[in-house]
Structure formats: C-alpha cells, structure tokens
C-alpha cells in the first residue's frame, strides 16, 4: 500500500550520502503533488546547496509549498533539476535502464560543453553554437572526431526534453528541434549489394575455420543488434517457419518496448543454411543452449563482440570490402530491406518511428517490399553466388 495523499505540500528533508567512508547530509526538499492523469501522488526531490542548514532548508520547503497552495508552476530551474524530471517521466512511461543510461550521457555532454544552461530559457544559437564546437571536438576514448551521428543523438535528447518541458508547462517553446542534424556518410558503414556478393563468398570460405559463422551471418543480416544475436538460445528459432525470435532472458531489462519482437527468414536458401545449424546445435546442447556460443561455454558468461568483430575483419579483408562493424551488418539490413517505415520500425525494434526514419532516410524513397522480403531476395542472390563458387572451387577474384 502507497502513502496517502493528503494534499499537495512540501517537505525539508536530507539525503544520505557516503563520500570515502565519510556520511554527510545534503537538504532536499520533498514535494507531493496529485497526477490527475495517472490517478496517483507524484514526488519531486528538489536539491539544496551542499552549505545549507536546516533553517535554510525550512526556510525553502515553507516558500516552494506556498508556491503549490498558490497553483503557480513549480517548473525546474536548473539544468540538472530538469534532467531529473524527464528522465523520472520516462521511467514512468516504461523506459529500460539502458535507454535511461544512454539519455543521461547524452544530457551530461551537453551539459559540461555549454555550463549547465537553464533549461527553461536555452536558445537555438546555443544547440547551433554546440552542435558546432561539439563537431570539432575528439573523442575522449579513440582520439577521433566525435561521430556525426552521436551530435545528432545529443541534440534529439534535449528536444525531447524540450517538448516534455512545454507539454509540462514550463517551457514556452521548443528551440532545438529545427537545428539541422549533421548527417553522416552511409558508405562505409553498411554494405552495397555488389559487396555483400562478394562478402558471403567469403564468409562461406571460412565456414571450415568458423562452422557457425555462415547461419550468424545470415542473422546478422536480419538486423537484430549483435547483442540480441549473440544471446539467441536454440529454442528462440523456429526452424520450421524460419522465425527468429528476440526475447530477454529472465530479469533482462530491455532497450525499448519494441525490442521483443521476432522475424521471418523469407527466403528458402538463407533458411536451410540457418536450419542446418540448428539442428546441429540442437544436437550438441539442447533447446536452452546458446545458438552462437562463440568460444563461451555457459550462457551466463557476458556477450563479447571481439570474437564477432574478428570474424568480420577476416571476410571483408578476404572479400576486399571496407570493414564494417557489428551495427553496420544491421545497417545493411535496414537499408536493403527500405519499404513501409512501420514495418522497418518493427523489424529493427524502434519503439519511435522517427529513429528509423532519421537514421535509415536514405533508404525510404522508391522501395515497397515488404521489409524482410527484400533483404531475403538480396540474400538469396549473394548465397547462391557464393555457396556455388565455394563448392566448384572457382574464385572470380
């Protein structure tokens, strides 16, 4: 049973913290208003200044309750505030961790790059200004330039955060939403149809150093995110009606609502590749063994993409195609597959449709297949080319 609500009211309170073994406390101020929409008390958590005494702290809560008596908004005034409230709505609307992780990177670049700007009255020069000195900036892991893509990421957070805060009532507009995204090059980052012949030649030419490496090719290419294909049991492959299906283990949060989902390997030459291996896998561990182990013995060991990462390294230095990484086999898929921008949402577990159509726009225009189809029928004429050529011996390179 929840507290009751006994009216809106605001609280001094202190929060706990334990810096090196030292116990401090830092004043807060605990607000509880009524959510008509949800039909329940929603708390707010507002911080005080680290030298605050309890007069002060007091002095506070009797000034922010006579705010909420008042019915005058009690909109966040800093940055780190505002932050607070969109990522605790979101959490509300069902988010996953990770999803909250990644918008919380997102917010602190912004963040420390433009000091922290009062949320309620940030300006387009300033995301124009960022998006401009953040460009220019390197990486703080590899020493390269920060991705296009990321910018555009960064900038898409805070005009979600904005609309959130004018859907609110606090905000009077939304200032970052016509900034123009940079735009990354797709080149090297997905695989044209004339590489990925050429690409499945040599995935099939390694097929005696990696056995399983044809079938998590053929997947790959279906677009699910490495991760989900590295963690596929035996049992979540319909090998029948070629279904893959992309399911959490127990207590694994997901990345979007979307994200459990399951595709269809339409066409009949991907399928007998991927049903051959796994009938041998089921052989060798069960229905609960991993599908792609990949040198892990117990499917509680951590996914690790290095052994992923090799493999692609190996066929595209075979094939003499530029190295793409894990995410761009799943590039690849989306921009083959093209088509009805619902059906590639859902075939790459976007849970918002925008996503798919910012980072795949270059593959919308002109194409009408059903999504899985279409990759199906780029798949078919790159196995067959190359499953041909591996068993006559013939190399065209």
Not at 73 to 79: D, F, N, R
Not at 282 to 308: I, N, V, W
């Amino acid at each position: 049973m929840g507290r009751k609500y006994t009216g809106d009211r605001a609280v001094a309170s202190w929060r706990r913290n334990k810096w090196d073994g030292d116990v401090t406390h830092r004043w807060i101020v605990v607000t509880t208003t009524w959510d008509s929409d949800r039909g329940r008390p929603r708390t707010r958590e507002i911080p005080l200044p680290i030298a605050t005494t309890q007069k002060q702290a007091e002095a506070a809560a009797r000034r922010i309750a006579e705010e909420l008596l008042a019915g005058r908004l009690t909109a966040p005034t800093t940055w780190t505030e505002a932050v607070a409230e969109f990522l605790a709505w979101r959490k509300d609307e069902g988010d996953a961790e990770s999803g909250l992780t990644t918008y919380r990177d997102r917010f602190s670049a912004v963040g420390r790059l433009l000091g922290e700007p009062c949320p309620l009255r940030i300006t387009r020069e300033q995301g124009i200004d960022y998006r401009d000195a953040r460009l220019k900036m390197d990486g703080s892991r590899t020493g390269s330039k920060i991705s296009q893509r990321t910018v555009a990421a960064e900038l898409d957070a805070v005009t979600a955060m904005q609309r959130h805060l004018v859907a609110c009532g606090h905000a009077p507009s939304v200032t970052w939403a016509d900034i123009k995204r940079p735009e990354g090059e797709h080149g090297r980052e997905w695989l044209h149809p004339h590489q990925l012949d050429r690409w499945f030649r040599a995935v099939f030419k390694l097929e005696k150093r990696w056995p399983e490496w044809p079938a998590l090719a053929i997947v790959l290419c279906h677009a699910p995110r490495p991760g989900e294909a590295l963690r596929l049991r035996v049992a979540d492959v319909d090998a029948m009606r070629g279904v893959v299906y992309v399911r959490p283990r127990e207590g694994e949060r997901v990345k979007s609502r979307r994200a459990v989902r399951a595709f269809t390997i339409a066409d009949d030459t991907c399928l007998e590749v991927v049903r051959a291996w796994v009938n041998r896998r089921d052989a060798e561990a069960g229905g609960a063994g991993l599908l792609f182990p990949l040198g892990r013995r117990h499917e509680s060991q951590a996914c690790d993409a290095k052994p992923l990462r090799r493999r692609i390294r190996a066929t595209s230095e075979l094939a003499g195609v530029p190295y793409v990484s894990p995410y761009g086999l799943r590039h690849t898929a989306a921009t083959l597959a093209g088509g009805d921008l619902r059906a590639l949402a859902s075939l790459l577990g976007h849970e918002d449709e925008r996503t798919a159509s910012r980072v795949y726009r270059h593959a919308l225009p002109g194409q009408s297949d059903p999504a899985t189809q279409a990759i199906g029928a780029h798949l078919r004429r790159a196995l067959q080319g190359a499953r041909l050529t591996v068993m006559g011996g013939k190399d065209d390179d």
